[in-house]
């Protein structure tokens, strides 16, 4: 199982990606953004940070960067495509999710514990997961309040695409418990495929019990399952 995690100029979360994948006993290496190729790679990562510096808006100029044609390319192929945090507004920029991400609703950046509770089990990263579990992450943004006009709305909860919500401790999914005034209190959303999924909370920096829990781990193994099971592969 081999993972590639693209860097773009700004990233800050990739090293931290590539010790929560090495952790969990796979390999990986970095992609540096003006990279043509993404061949061999069984699994993408794209990091959070601020891609560009998140200049005009998050991820609007890292859409450009060389190295997206082939992610493009690589996710439609059905291949396993996970953005984190600024990965997810890369995405959403890039067109291979639906949406846009605006500020969060108290205007500040926020850096906190969150739980969310499990909406879909049918995407890679989810595959080892149960619906209506919850995953105790952090998160850490000052654009995560996820929006979608009305008809991309309907759409994503008929289709069962809202991967993750926000939720309570006891996984009560409430207006108290968004930390950023997401629709339905979306956490993270897959593409029609499954394959693609984009989420704000951060899996890698919950992947060791050193660091407080392991419930992120869960992600980078499901897909690691997935794909030696038959899934995809680069």
Not at 99 to 119: D, H, K, S, W
């Given at each position: 199982?081999?993972?590639?995690?693209?860097?773009?100029?700004?990233?800050?979360?990739?090293?931290?990606?590539?010790?929560a994948?090495?952790?969990?006993?796979?390999d990986?290496?970095?992609?540096?953004h003006?990279?043509?190729?993404?061949?061999?790679?069984?699994?993408?990562?794209?990091?959070?940070?601020?891609a560009?510096?998140?200049y005009?808006?998050?991820g609007a100029?890292?859409?450009?960067?060389?190295?997206?044609?082939?992610?493009?390319?690589?996710?439609n192929e059905?291949?396993?495509?996970?953005?984190i945090?600024?990965?997810?507004?890369v995405?959403?920029?890039?067109?291979?999710?639906p949406?846009?991400?605006?500020?969060?609703?108290?205007?500040?950046?926020?850096?906190a514990?969150?739980?969310?509770?499990v909406?879909?089990a049918?995407?890679?990263?989810?595959?080892?997961l149960?619906?209506?579990?919850?995953?105790?992450?952090?998160?850490?943004?000052?654009e995560?309040?996820y929006?979608?006009?009305?008809a991309?709305l309907?759409s994503?909860?008929?289709?069962?695409?809202?991967?993750?919500r926000y939720c309570?401790e006891?996984?009560?999914v409430?207006?108290?418990?968004n930390?950023n005034?997401?629709l339905?209190?979306?956490?993270?959303?897959c593409?029609?495929?499954?394959?693609v999924?984009?989420m704000?909370?951060?899996?890698?920096?919950?992947?060791?019990?050193i660091?407080?829990?392991a419930?992120?781990r869960?992600?980078?193994e499901?897909?690691?399952?997935?794909?030696?099971?038959?899934?995809?592969?680069?």
């Amino acid at each position: 199982m081999r993972f590639g995690v693209v860097v773009f100029p700004g990233s800050n979360c990739d090293r931290d990606c590539l010790t929560a994948i090495s952790a969990a006993g796979y390999d990986g290496e970095f992609i540096w953004h003006r990279e043509t190729s993404v061949d061999g790679f069984d699994c993408l990562v794209l990091p959070g940070g601020f891609a560009h510096g998140d200049y005009l808006r998050s991820g609007a100029i890292a859409r450009f960067s060389p190295v997206m044609d082939s992610i493009i390319r690589y996710a439609n192929e059905g291949k396993p495509v996970l953005g984190i945090c600024n990965g997810f507004q890369v995405l959403l920029e890039a067109g291979l999710l639906p949406g846009a991400m605006l500020r969060n609703t108290c205007t500040r950046f926020v850096c906190a514990p969150q739980r969310i509770r499990v909406e879909s089990a049918r995407t890679p990263f989810t595959s080892g997961l149960s619906v209506g579990e919850t995953l105790a992450l952090t998160i850490a943004h000052g654009e995560g309040n996820y929006y979608a006009d009305d008809a991309v709305l309907a759409s994503l909860e008929a289709a069962g695409q809202v991967v993750f919500r926000y939720c309570d401790e006891a996984g009560n999914v409430t207006p108290g418990s968004n930390p950023n005034g997401s629709l339905n209190n979306i956490a993270g959303i897959c593409n029609k495929g499954g394959n693609v999924l984009g989420m704000m909370p951060h899996p890698e920096r919950a992947a060791e019990e050193i660091l407080g829990g392991a419930d992120g781990r869960a992600l980078f193994e499901s897909v690691a399952a997935w794909v030696s099971g038959g899934g995809r592969r680069g």
